[in-house]
């Protein structure tokens, strides 16, 4: 069965920096992993995602600011957050399309930027 389990959530102060984690398990063939984010009354909305072969593309909302990386030994995707804005406050989902299974999600983790 195919797991995502975020971690690195909480809440930050403007300005400040946090790291998410995921970790896959369970998977045969990862063929790109990412990050989305969902905020109260707004659609869920990508936020980074990386290739196997380690091709990035970040949100403009987010470039300069997140940057996206991934361990292919440990199935680890990580989202390095710095100058936080409060309007990076949302529900942030782990993603990864993988084969035979397509496309799975993690159950997301919450992130607060608020003084």
């Known amino acids: 069965q195919v797991q995502l389990v975020e971690s690195g959530g909480g809440l930050v102060q403007p300005g400040g920096s946090l790291r998410l984690s995921c970790a896959a398990s369970?998977?045969?063939?990862?063929?790109?992993m990412g990050w989305y984010r969902q905020a109260p009354g707004k659609e869920r909305e990508l936020v980074a995602v990386i290739t196997s072969g380690g091709i990035t593309n970040h949100a403009d909302s987010v470039k300069g600011r997140f940057t996206i990386s991934r361990d292919n030994v440990k199935n680890t995707v990580y989202l390095q957050m710095s100058s936080m804005k409060p309007e990076d406050t949302a529900v942030y989902y782990c993603?990864?399309?993988?084969?035979?299974?397509?496309?799975?999600w993690g159950q997301g983790t919450q992130v607060t930027v608020s003084s």
């Open positions: 369970g998977i045969f063939s990862i063929n790109a």
């Open positions: 993603w990864a399309n993988v084969a035979p299974q397509g496309n799975v």
